[in-house]
């Protein structure tokens, strides 16, 4: 996945927090992502550590790529 975004290929939703699994973005973020500014996605991506550990959810390694 490109550096700018922190999506590590697990899109799986928690239901109790409504944050993916794997990077710790909301839907609209998620949905969103691609028409965002640079700046904007840095600075989601900046949160989404403490978010992570606030939410007690562990991040998910990424998933292997197919042959």
């Given at each position: 996945?490109?550096?700018?975004t922190?999506?590590?290929?697990?899109?799986?939703?928690?239901?109790?927090?409504?944050?993916?699994?794997?990077?710790?973005?909301?839907?609209?973020?998620?949905?969103?992502?691609?028409?965002?500014?640079?700046?904007?996605?840095?600075?989601?991506?900046?949160?989404?550590?403490?978010?992570?550990?606030?939410?007690?959810?562990?991040?998910i390694?990424?998933?292997?790529?197919?042959?």
């Open positions: 996945m490109s550096k700018e922190p999506c590590v290929a697990v899109c799986m939703i928690d239901p109790r927090t409504k944050l993916c699994f794997g990077c710790g973005r909301t839907l609209p973020e998620i949905a969103r992502w691609h028409a965002m500014e640079s700046a904007d996605r840095l600075a989601v991506m900046a949160l989404l550590p403490a978010r992570m550990t606030e939410a007690g959810l562990a991040p390694a990424a998933s292997p790529k197919r042959a």
